[in-house]
Each structure stands twice: as structure tokens, then as C-alpha cells.
């Protein structure tokens, strides 16, 4: 693991989490957006690890 990897996680974290934040203002199709987005993040967290 290097540690650029740990930037691109908290990356994909951060903006899963702000997907998070607009979904629920918002709602609708950004909620698919969010959980797709969710499904990669931990697919990259786990293919890291």
C-alpha cells in the first residue's frame, strides 16, 4: 500500500459523504448516484487492501 493510495480512499470517501449530504436536500437520482459511488469506494478500499 503507498501512500497516495490513502488520498485517493479519503477522496472517494469525502465526496461519497458529500453525495450524502445533497441526497438528502435533494433526493431522487442522486441517491443512485450515492450508492454507486458507495459501491466503488469500497470495491477500490477493498481491492487496496
Known amino acids: 500500500m503507498e501512500y497516495w ?3 485517493i480512499i479519503g477522496g ?3 465526496l461519497a459523504i ?3 449530504l445533497r ?3 435533494v433526493g431522487g437520482k442522486v ?3 450515492f450508492i ?5 469506494s469500497s470495491f477500490l478500499t477493498w481491492a487496496v487492501f
Open 5 to 7: 493510495d490513502i488520498f
Open 12 to 14: 472517494n470517501w469525502a
Open 18 to 20: 458529500y453525495f450524502l
Open 23 to 25: 441526497s438528502l436536500r
Open 31 to 33: 441517491w443512485l448516484i
Open 36 to 40: 454507486f459511488w458507495t459501491v466503488l
